[in-house]
């Protein structure tokens, strides 16, 4: 019953996917020589970069690092990638992080050369837009890609949304509830983790919307799994304590119900209602464990989204509504004025080039810091590059030629910039850098497929797609064309 339930789903538009592929032309017939290699060690990279690897694998994951990057420029697709407007944009930022930290007051020469440095960052997780913006042109390795890391990351989430769920029912702190997970004797080792996951709480919400894309290209229980995988890692992001990530997977929901590929006012309805569901979850979940004034982490990020959402929506005096505000979003509204004034104050330049005060600048929402560290002129790069992948991939979904790899990239970039807005999660920890890059690589493919348009599907045929996709409508074309052989799906 769940593999027919799951190959009724909207069918139109898988086959609509298929016709946006045109402008890849001849690269989805053949694969270069060069992009197995690179795509599979981007893949060991990322697994490698997994937390629970990351601590025991540190020069391994260091090795890795260092392979993709010196394998980019000899990678088939380097030099049209760095051609992209959106790209050329993004290489700018790098130049005012650059001349910032060489001429500039806020940072120093010595920054330039560190490993955690925003600037080397940037170019260590390049090799991963590569890889997001040329798998997309080969849905058969997209497949094998994105499966294969996810059911690796999903072997380790299992344990940690199982400590998760009993460490929420104790409403246990954040340090108690992951030396519980891990396994450990003392506070202080699980507050390494607590460290670790402001991170990977986000990453594991964007794999999960990343997983969207492999719908039209799985049959039904592989699908099944996918969802399964999914839900495992949402479950991870919203119970790991922090109220960031649970006000972004709250956000992922609203938006998916927006943008999932459906044309139709009853499918519409259909993902209203289920998004409509999780907020019913959400409140019976709130009101179990806040039962007694939010204790434990899980409670505590909980009650930080309630009080945000009453914050907005009720009719309070601005006085009020702001101290609302604070308190949900612990203080991070004060620190985002904070470098907001510091930028009104250097709007040009910023605070970077003709400031020396680090309490300038709040340090906890990356779009506002980056205007009061860099200005406008820094500031700009950012928002072109932004805004030359989200509004192709806007006019892609309002044009009616949407599937779920465009809905993927659309809901997975406008959350990514509502977290932007609270953390500073752009160029921060690389195992989440190479994730949101890959991921940013997805979405500028299909931000050119859309503005091209196409007739073209190219997916090879084999066990987890074989027979009828789940998104194709039920007079398609059963098994889809080898990406290899230029063959085409009948309109």
Known sequence: MASAYLQSLP????????????????????????????????ALTLIVAHYQLWWRLNIGYKIMGTVVVVMMPFTAGFFRLVSRPAVLWLLAFEGVMVANMLV??????????????????????????????????????????????????????????????????EQLGRA????????LDNLTAGSAYVG??????????????????????????????VIVIQLTFVTVAVLAGFGATTAMAFIAIILLAVYAPVKTISWRLY???????????FELIRQTLLAQSGRGAVGEAFAKVTQLISGIFSRTTPDEMATALEAASSHRTTLLLASLDTFLKNPLLGHGFSG?????????????????????????PILMFFGLILLPLRKNIRSSAAAWPASSSIVFVLTLL??????????????????????????????????????????????????????????????????????????
């Not at 409508?473 to 009948?490: E, F, M, S």
């Open 271 to 281: 993902y209203v209602g289920v998004s409509s569901g999780f907020f019913a979850v």
């Open 196 to 225: 670790a996951f402001v991170y990977f709480a986000p990453l594991m919400l964007f794999f999960a919307i990343s997983l969207l894309r492999l719908y039209p290209i799985l049959s039904g229980y592989w699908r099944l799994f």
């Open 104 to 169: 500039g007051r806020y940072f120093t020469i010595s920054s330039l050369f560190t490993t955690a440095s925003a600037p080397v960052i940037l170019i260590r997780s390049l090799p991963f837009l590569l890889c997001g913006y040329t798998l997309a042109r080969h849905l058969d390795w997209q497949r094998r890609f994105l499966f294969f890391v996810a059911a690796v990351y999903w072997l380790f989430a299992v344990q940690d949304a199982r400590g998760f769920i009993a460490g929420a029912r």
């Open 418 to 491: 509502s977290g932007l807005v609270m953390n500073p999660y752009f160029l921060s920890l690389l195992s989440l850098s190479y994730l949101i890059f890959l991921l940013l690589g997805f979405a500028l493919a299909d931000a050119e497929a859309g503005i091209a348009g196409s007739s073209s599907l190219n997916v090879r045929a084999s066990g987890m797609s074989r027979g009828r996709t789940g998104l194709m409508p039920r007079g398609a074309v059963a098994v889809l064309a080898n990406p290899h052989d230029g063959a085409t799906v009948p309109r």
């Open 356 to 380: 020396t005060d680090d309490r300038a600048i709040g340090g906890h929402s990356f779009l506002a810091d980056t205007l009061g560290i860099f200005g406008i002129i820094g500031f700009m």
């Open 11 to 42: 069918s139109k538009a898988g086959l609509k996917f298929g016709r946006q592929l045109r402008t890849f032309g001849a690269a989805t017939r053949s694969i270069p020589n060069s992009l197995p290699p690179f795509w599979i060690a981007c």
């Open 176 to 183: 108690e509830q992951y030396s519980q997970t891990q396994g």
